[in-house]
Protein backbone atom coordinates (compact mmCIF):
# COMPACT_ATOMS: atom_id res chain seq x y z
CA UNK A 1 0.00 0.00 0.00
CA UNK A 2 1.28 3.50 -1.11
CA UNK A 3 0.81 5.92 1.09
CA UNK A 4 -0.18 10.04 0.43
CA UNK A 5 1.97 12.48 2.36
CA UNK A 6 -0.99 13.71 4.21
CA UNK A 7 -1.80 10.00 5.74
CA UNK A 8 1.75 9.20 6.46
CA UNK A 9 1.92 12.38 8.55
CA UNK A 10 -1.10 11.33 10.07
CA UNK A 11 0.04 7.50 10.91
CA UNK A 12 3.55 9.07 12.16
CA UNK A 13 1.61 11.62 14.51
CA UNK A 14 -0.71 9.36 15.76
CA UNK A 15 2.04 7.10 16.65
CA UNK A 16 3.81 9.79 18.89
CA UNK A 17 0.63 11.12 20.31
CA UNK A 18 0.30 6.72 21.06
CA UNK A 19 3.05 7.22 23.37
CA UNK A 20 1.91 10.31 24.60
CA UNK A 21 -0.35 8.23 25.77
CA UNK A 22 1.04 5.52 27.05
CA UNK A 23 0.77 3.69 24.13
CA UNK A 24 3.25 1.54 21.94
CA UNK A 25 4.44 3.88 18.98
CA UNK A 26 3.90 1.26 16.69
CA UNK A 27 0.16 0.08 17.94
CA UNK A 28 -1.05 3.45 17.34
CA UNK A 29 0.32 3.85 14.07
CA UNK A 30 -1.51 0.78 12.69
CA UNK A 31 -4.27 1.85 14.26
CA UNK A 32 -4.15 4.73 12.35
CA UNK A 33 -3.54 3.11 8.87
CA UNK A 34 -5.93 0.56 9.43
CA UNK A 35 -8.41 3.90 10.53
CA UNK A 36 -7.71 5.72 7.14
CA UNK A 37 -7.08 2.48 5.24
CA UNK A 38 -10.76 1.65 2.65
CA UNK A 39 -10.33 -1.85 3.39
CA UNK A 40 -9.08 -4.60 5.49
CA UNK A 41 -5.57 -5.27 5.55
CA UNK A 42 -3.07 -8.12 6.05
CA UNK A 43 -0.35 -8.57 8.65
CA UNK A 44 1.92 -8.50 5.99
CA UNK A 45 0.64 -5.74 4.05
CA UNK A 46 0.69 -3.64 6.94
CA UNK A 47 4.30 -4.50 8.00
CA UNK A 48 5.56 -3.62 3.99
CA UNK A 49 3.48 -0.54 4.38
CA UNK A 50 4.93 0.21 7.87
CA UNK A 51 7.90 -0.48 6.76
CA UNK A 52 7.94 -2.68 10.96
CA UNK A 53 9.16 -6.27 11.72
CA UNK A 54 6.09 -8.89 11.22
CA UNK A 55 6.42 -9.67 14.98
CA UNK A 56 6.19 -6.33 15.53
CA UNK A 57 2.93 -6.29 13.85
CA UNK A 58 1.60 -9.41 15.16
CA UNK A 59 2.34 -8.47 18.69
CA UNK A 60 0.50 -4.67 18.33
CA UNK A 61 -2.42 -6.64 16.74
CA UNK A 62 -3.12 -8.72 19.38
CA UNK A 63 -2.61 -5.53 21.54
CA UNK A 64 -5.49 -3.87 19.66
CA UNK A 65 -7.47 -6.92 19.75
CA UNK A 66 -7.35 -7.33 23.53
CA UNK A 67 -8.46 -3.43 23.77
CA UNK A 68 -11.12 -4.62 20.83
CA UNK A 69 -10.06 -1.67 18.36
CA UNK A 70 -9.72 -4.25 15.53
CA UNK A 71 -11.18 -6.91 14.32
CA UNK A 72 -10.55 -10.02 11.93
CA UNK A 73 -11.86 -10.18 8.75
CA UNK A 74 -11.37 -12.85 6.03
CA UNK A 75 -11.46 -11.98 1.92
CA UNK A 76 -12.47 -15.25 -0.63
CA UNK A 77 -9.88 -16.49 -1.92
CA UNK A 78 -7.40 -15.42 0.91
CA UNK A 79 -6.27 -17.51 3.48
CA UNK A 80 -4.53 -14.39 5.27
CA UNK A 81 -6.73 -12.58 8.27
CA UNK A 82 -6.95 -9.30 7.05
CA UNK A 83 -7.45 -6.58 9.83
CA UNK A 84 -9.66 -3.47 10.33
CA UNK A 85 -10.59 -0.84 12.66
CA UNK A 86 -14.48 1.06 13.02
CA UNK A 87 -14.15 4.14 11.03
CA UNK A 88 -16.14 6.06 13.80
CA UNK A 89 -14.83 8.13 15.89
CA UNK A 90 -17.09 8.06 18.29
CA UNK A 91 -17.13 3.95 18.17
CA UNK A 92 -12.94 4.61 19.05
CA UNK A 93 -13.51 6.79 21.55
CA UNK A 94 -16.23 4.93 23.73
CA UNK A 95 -13.79 2.07 23.13
CA UNK A 96 -10.51 3.46 24.66
CA UNK A 97 -12.43 5.19 27.40
CA UNK A 98 -13.97 1.61 28.37
CA UNK A 99 -10.84 0.16 28.17
CA UNK A 100 -9.01 2.79 30.05
CA UNK A 101 -11.75 2.66 32.57
CA UNK A 102 -11.27 -0.73 33.20
CA UNK A 103 -7.38 -1.25 32.95
CA UNK A 104 -6.88 1.92 35.46
CA UNK A 105 -10.18 3.36 36.98
CA UNK A 106 -11.61 0.39 38.40
CA UNK A 107 -8.22 -0.93 39.69
CA UNK A 108 -7.49 2.60 41.59
CA UNK A 109 -11.00 2.64 43.06
CA UNK A 110 -10.20 -0.76 44.40
CA UNK A 111 -7.03 0.36 46.04
CA UNK A 112 -9.08 3.32 47.29
CA UNK A 113 -11.27 1.57 48.52
CA UNK A 114 -9.70 -1.08 50.38
CA UNK A 115 -7.16 2.23 52.07
CA UNK A 116 -10.87 3.74 53.31
CA UNK A 117 -12.11 0.52 54.69
CA UNK A 118 -8.98 -0.50 56.42
CA UNK A 119 -8.40 -0.13 59.95
CA UNK A 120 -5.03 1.31 59.46
CA UNK A 121 -6.57 4.15 57.65
CA UNK A 122 -6.62 5.36 61.13
CA UNK A 123 -2.83 5.72 61.34
CA UNK A 124 -2.51 8.00 58.66
CA UNK A 125 -2.45 11.81 59.44
CA UNK A 126 -6.29 13.35 59.05
CA UNK A 127 -4.95 15.22 55.97
CA UNK A 128 -3.93 12.28 54.31
CA UNK A 129 -6.81 10.16 54.94
CA UNK A 130 -9.26 13.24 53.70
CA UNK A 131 -7.01 13.46 50.60
CA UNK A 132 -7.59 9.68 49.96
CA UNK A 133 -11.45 10.12 50.66
CA UNK A 134 -12.06 12.93 48.42
CA UNK A 135 -9.50 11.41 45.64
CA UNK A 136 -11.92 8.16 45.87
CA UNK A 137 -15.31 10.83 45.40
CA UNK A 138 -13.51 13.13 42.70
CA UNK A 139 -12.85 9.69 40.71
CA UNK A 140 -16.02 8.24 41.58
CA UNK A 141 -17.97 11.45 39.94
CA UNK A 142 -15.96 11.37 37.15
CA UNK A 143 -16.76 7.39 36.26
CA UNK A 144 -20.03 7.91 36.80
CA UNK A 145 -19.76 10.91 34.49
CA UNK A 146 -17.85 9.27 31.84
CA UNK A 147 -20.33 6.28 32.30
CA UNK A 148 -23.23 8.50 31.66
CA UNK A 149 -21.55 10.26 28.43
CA UNK A 150 -20.86 6.99 26.86
CA UNK A 151 -24.52 5.89 26.93
CA UNK A 152 -25.84 8.68 24.65
CA UNK A 153 -25.92 8.74 21.09
CA UNK A 154 -23.22 10.40 18.95
CA UNK A 155 -25.42 13.06 17.67
CA UNK A 156 -26.61 13.60 21.51
CA UNK A 157 -22.50 13.37 22.68
CA UNK A 158 -21.91 16.72 19.97
CA UNK A 159 -24.89 18.44 21.24
CA UNK A 160 -24.15 18.57 24.58
CA UNK A 161 -20.45 18.78 24.22
CA UNK A 162 -21.02 22.35 22.37
CA UNK A 163 -23.96 23.23 25.04
CA UNK A 164 -21.20 22.23 27.50
CA UNK A 165 -18.54 24.83 25.84
CA UNK A 166 -21.32 27.06 25.40
CA UNK A 167 -22.26 27.06 29.52
CA UNK A 168 -18.75 27.33 30.25
CA UNK A 169 -18.30 30.66 28.36
CA UNK A 170 -21.36 32.42 30.33
CA UNK A 171 -20.25 31.11 33.36
CA UNK A 172 -16.64 32.54 33.03
CA UNK A 173 -18.28 36.05 31.40
CA UNK A 174 -19.98 36.19 34.42
Do not use: C, Y
Amino acid sequence: MKLTPITERFILHWGEMGARWGVNRTVAQIHALLFLSEQPLAADEIAQTLSVARSNVSMSLKELLAWRLVKVTHQMGDRRDHFETSKDVWELFKLIVEGRKQREVEPTLAVLNEFLASPDLAKETPGAAERIQKTREFIQILTTWAEEMLRQEPATLMKLLKMGAKVSNFVRNK
